[in-house]
């Protein structure tokens, strides 16, 4: 069996996630690493174990004249695993170095949702070009394979609306709103110090990261053509707890949904009253999509929306995915 | 002289070709006035017929007549009342909603036997803190309440009032 080489860029939450992964399939090496300063390469294969201990010890992990730019233009590899925070905006510096390693024929896997939500038809044009795949089913609810679900699982099904919780950070605050009667901001101040919100959480609170899932959604998925700007937003930080409790007494809770119809080109991110009997209602961090299709009628997936080993667990399918595809 | 009441009627047909005409003729030969027809073909009873909601305005003392003759034509009827408001929706509002002139808000939602505010809770924590409220909302069909939401949208972005929304059914 062939051994992969892996181009690991990024060693944060989900970067030590893949790395733990990764040591328990050896069909994977991750033969070059690279944080936000340094980076580090060993075409024999790495001690990753090592290396995150460096990183630990000295705050970066190999040599500052390697960083992850230049590791993803010069070291060799295989498959470029790109893990790095997203940045909303420009997807910088994660897109140039994906497009680097694309045009150097390597198959490029990501968790970031900044040069998939931007440029996505660009760099699946350009893998397709280059005969490597692009793939990066952990952008959307992490460790739930919604993409490939929609893309293998119902191809074939014209999808007629899409809609549910994609932000876990959210989901937390209105879950704990509604069992515990706490106001948003000591939901909110709880989420942070249990790790389940940043330190700056607007992205999250605004609707903007489930709004960017949902572009990706539209994108690559269903054909669609849509900017984060194309999205209506809004966000929970108005919402009372008096709202989850009148909510309550008609046997509905509140979540912020995203949703989409493709035939009106409607896409939305807000609160929303939802009867607790749907399947939609979950709770703490989870996230759910309901699918609507033409043949399958409506199909619910639910599971964990982040985190570093569940986002690792989307990571390590789109690698086996190219490791069966790709025989080289 | 007798007046004219509304009846919203549950109709159910056979699935196949002319059962709506069944239906609509002898509504139209009493006299009634149909005020107006919902029928969804993905939405079929439990035995696989077809469901039609039919909001009419007929002299009460020839209902009876009416619906032995919709009988007569193999319709089913499986549920008359007087309600003619059959679309439901509720919302919550968030925001400042007195001082921004609550009976006006209402107001202009209510439409009189088209679309109308039904029920209202309030909640006010303290003058300067934004209120809370539910209110509900019926329509006679699936239209009116989309022209009842397109006003309280518009509201709500002149009154800077948050909306929520409904979505999705239960199981």
Known sequence: ??????????????????????????????????????????????????????KKKAGRCGDPAWPAARIAAEAEYDILVEVTPTNAETGEPALSIIKSAIMREKHVVTSNKGPVSLASSELLRLAEQNNVGFLFEGTVAGAVPILRGIKYGLAGNKIKALYGVLNGTCNYILTRMEEEGLTYVQALAEARDLGYAEADPTYDINGTDAAIKLVILANTMLGMDVKLADVKRTGISDLTVDALWMAEETGHSIRLIASLYPEKNLLEVSPRLISK?????????????TVETEYAGAITFIGRGAGSVETASAILADLLFIADKYDR | MQKNVRTSLRLELKDKPGQL???IEPISKSGANIITISHQR???????????????????????ELMDALRVNGVDIVRIGTEHLTCTKTFILIGHLLHTDLTDTVNRIDKKHIAEV??????????EEPSTAKLTIKAMSEVEMNQAVTTLKEIAVEKHLLIINQIGGGI
């Open chain 2, 42 to 64: 993905d939405t079929k009873s439990v035995s696989g017929a077809l469901i039609v909601d039919i909001v009419i305005s007929l002299h009460e003392a020839r209902l009876v």
């Open chain 1, 1 to 54: 069996m062939k051994t992969w080489n892996i181009a690991l860029i990024g060693l944060g939450s989900v970067g030590r996630g893949v790395a733990k992964v990764l040591l328990g399939n050896d069909q994977f090496r991750v033969v070059a690493a690279a944080d936000s300063k340094s980076g580090v390469f060993d075409p024999a294969g790495l001690n990753i174990e090592e290396v995150l201990a460096m």
């Open chain 1, 277 to 289: 009997t749907n399947p939609l209602v979950v709770s703490g961090t989870l996230n759910a999509v």
């Open chain 2, 21 to 23: 005409l069944a239906a």
């Open chain 2, 118 to 127: 039904t029920e209202l809770d309030i909640v006010m924590p303290g003058m």
